[in-house]
T-cell receptor, first 111, second 113 residues
Framework: RKEVEQDPGPFNVPEGATVAFNCTYS??????FFWYRQDCRKEPKLLMS???SGNEDGRFTAQLNRASQYISLLIRDSKLSDSATYLC????????????FGIGTKLQVIP | DGGITQSPKYLFRKEGQNVTLSCEQN?????MYWYRQDPGQGLRLIYY???????QKGDIAEGYSVSREKKESFPLTVTSAQKNPTAFYLC????????????FGDGTRLSIL
């Protein structure tokens, strides 16, 4: 099993739709979780951290399910500008241990 | 403005040549990282450094070398031993505390001539 798994998509959704992505991780000791956004041929940019109680930033909601070992990202009222690849990132606890990036889920918002 | 600067943006390597990718940050971050991204694959860690004069191999270090002589600089050399160097190379840095996210430079695209 891969350390971090994501459905690569693409997810094609109409403008205004709600879309959700999941990301599963295998290391139960993982402590830190993030979602990044990556536009085509650009660097990843931090979208949001994922907190245990779940967190929201405008149209974006992130959730963590430790029992089932997955994190999710919900995007409400999708905009054309949301089209990008969304990477989940998982970090084990402690120190400078390396993080693991998922392959990314591609989202295409259609007019 | 604070940030991470990678140069050059595009780089071409001839057969048997070593090339060096630059990464500079003025964020005063302790940790720095080099990743490689290939189409259809996630980011793979090449090397990372927690502190000046110290660095560790990542998952795919073969054919690469790094140095960390200054806190703000973490150059990556792609040696001739790296037989498939064509990729998008990303440098990242992170504040020292444990659970902070990484921040990326805008990358270098390396191709073989």
């Amino acid at each position: 099993r891969k350390e971090v798994e994501q459905d690569p998509g693409p997810f094609n959704v109409p403008e205004g739709a709600t879309v959700a992505f999941n990301c599963t991780y295998s290391n139960s000791a993982s402590q830190s979780f993030f979602w990044y956004r990556q536009d085509c041929r650009k660097e990843p940019k931090l979208l949001m951290s994922v907190y245990s109680s779940g967190n929201e930033d405008g149209r974006f909601t992130a959730q963590l399910n430790r029992a089932s070992q997955y994190i999710s990202l919900l995007i409400r009222d999708s905009k054309l500008s949301d089209s990008a690849t969304y990477l989940c990132v998982v970090k084990p606890s402690g120190g400078y241990q390396k993080v693991t990036f998922g392959i990314g889920t591609k989202l295409q918002v259609i007019p | 403005d604070g940030g991470i600067t990678q140069s050059p943006k595009y780089l071409f390597r001839k057969e048997g040549q070593n090339v060096t990718l630059s990464c500079e940050q003025n964020l005063n971050h302790d940790a720095m990282y080099w990743y490689r991204q290939d189409p259809g694959q996630g980011l793979r860690l090449i090397y990372y450094s927690q502190i000046v004069n110290d660095f560790q191999k990542g998952d795919i270090a073969e054919g690469y070398s790094v140095s960390r002589e200054k806190k703000e600089s973490f150059p990556l050399t792609v040696t001739s031993a790296q037989k498939n160097p064509t990729a998008f190379y990303l440098c990242a840095s992170r504040q020292g505390s444990m659970n902070q996210p990484q921040h990326f430079g805008d990358g270098t695209r390396l191709s073989i001539l």
